[in-house]
C-alpha cells in the first residue's frame, strides 16, 4: 500500500502527495503527477490549512500549464496567488505570480502577463534571487518586442544573460541569446543578430543542447530571410522542420516562411536547394553554420 495511503492526517496526506506529484513532475510522468496533486489538493481542503492549500493550487496550475490547459491554469494560479497574498507569503507569491505570468502571455493576454511579471520582478531582487529575477527581465524583454520597443527589448534580455551568466545558467544564456538575436534582426542590425546567433549555436552544438540547436538554427534561417537571402535560408527552415527537437509555433512560422521563399525562387533553384537539405545535408548545414561562428 502506497505510505500517501497509511497516513490518517488530510494535511500529512496532502504533504505527501505534493510532494510525490513534485517527483512524478520531476520524472515525466504528467498522469501520475496531475492526480497526485489533485488529491494532494483535496486532502488540503478537507484539513482547511491555508498554506498547504496555496501551494497544492500553485503546483497544480503549473501542471495545467504545461499540459495546455492554460483555463484551468489560470483558475488555479488566481486562487493561489490571493492566498499568499492573504498569507504575506512572499516566496508563494512569487512563484504564482511568475506561472500566473505566463499562462496569461500563452493565452495572449500581453498587459496582464506584463502586470505580473513586473509586480514579481521586486521580489525577486529584494531576495537576490538572480536566476528567477533572470527569467523574469527575459519575459519582459520578449513583450517588449512583441510591443514594438526594440531598446527595452534589447536592455532586458542583455540583463538576463548577465544574471543568467552570474547563475552559470548555460542552457537559459543560449535561450536568451537566441531571443536578443531576434530583437537584432527586427532592429536591422543584421552584423550583431549574426554574431549572436552564430555564437548561440555553435555554443548549443558543442555543449550537444538539441533542442537548442533548430531554435537557433531556425532565428538564423529568419535573419538570412530578412538580410534577403533567400537561398541561405531556404535549407536551413528545411532543416528546421525535419528536426525531432523543433518547438510547434517554430514549425508552423518555418512552414509558412518556406512557402514564401519557394515561390520566390524559380522551380530549378527549390530543386536544387531541396536536395541538399535532406538528412546528410543536414550535418554539413551545421558544420558550414559552425565554421562561420568561428571567424568571429
Given amino acids: 500500500m502506497p505510505l500517501a495511503h497509511t497516513l490518517n492526517d488530510p494535511e500529512e496526506l496532502g504533504f505527501v502527495l505534493l510532494n510525490k506529484g513534485y517527483l512524478s513532475m520531476l520524472t515525466g510522468d504528467y498522469d501520475t503527477a496531475?492526480?497526485?496533486y489533485q488529491e494532494s489538493l483535496a486532502y488540503y481542503r478537507l484539513s482547511e490549512e491555508t498554506r498547504g492549500i496555496a501551494d497544492a493550487l500553485s503546483a497544480l496550475g503549473g501542471w495545467h500549464?504545461?499540459?495546455?490547459?492554460w483555463a484551468q491554469a489560470r483558475q488555479c494560479l488566481q486562487e493561489s496567488v490571493a492566498l499568499a497574498r492573504a498569507l504575506q507569503d512572499e516566496h508563494g507569491l512569487r512563484s504564482s505570480l511568475t506561472n500566473l505570468g505566463?499562462?496569461?502571455y500563452l493565452l495572449g493576454n500581453y498587459p496582464q502577463a506584463k502586470a505580473h511579471y513586473e509586480e514579481v520582478l521586486p521580489l525577486c531582487q529584494k531576495v537576490q534571487d538572480r536566476a528567477s529575477e533572470a527569467?523574469?527581465?527575459c519575459n519582459l524583454g520578449a513583450l517588449a518586442e512583441k510591443a514594438g520597443d526594440f531598446a527595452e527589448a534589447e536592455q532586458r534580455l542583455q540583463l538576463g544573460i548577465f544574471l543568467f551568466t552570474e547563475a552559470n545558467h548555460f542552457q537559459a544564456i543560449v535561450h536568451a541569446s537566441t531571443m536578443l538575436g531576434s530583437v537584432y534582426r527586427e532592429m536591422q542590425a543584421f552584423a550583431r543578430a549574426r554574431q549572436t546567433l552564430l555564437t548561440a549555436l555553435r555554443q548549443a552544438v558543442e555543449k550537444k543542447v538539441d533542442y537548442l540547436v533548430p531554435l537557433a538554427v531556425f532565428e538564423i534561417g529568419r535573419l538570412y530571410q530578412a538580410e534577403g537571402r533567400p537561398l541561405a535560408a531556404l535549407p536551413l527552415l528545411l532543416w528546421v522542420v525535419a528536426h525531432p527537437a523543433v518547438q510547434a509555433e517554430n514549425e508552423i512560422v518555418a512552414k509558412e516562411m518556406i512557402a514564401n521563399l519557394e515561390h520566390a525562387l524559380t522551380p530549378a533553384e527549390v530543386t536544387a536547394v531541396r536536395a541538399q537539405a535532406g538528412t546528410v545535408a543536414a550535418t554539413a548545414?551545421?558544420?558550414q553554420l559552425q565554421d562561420e561562428?568561428?571567424?568571429w
Avoid: A, P
Fill in 65 to 69: 500549464n504545461v499540459t495546455g490547459d
Fill in 135 to 137: 527569467i523574469i527581465q
Fill in 293 to 295: 561562428t568561428l571567424s
Fill in 102 to 104: 505566463n499562462v496569461y
Fill in 34 to 36: 496531475g492526480r497526485e
Fill in 285 to 287: 548545414v551545421l558544420n
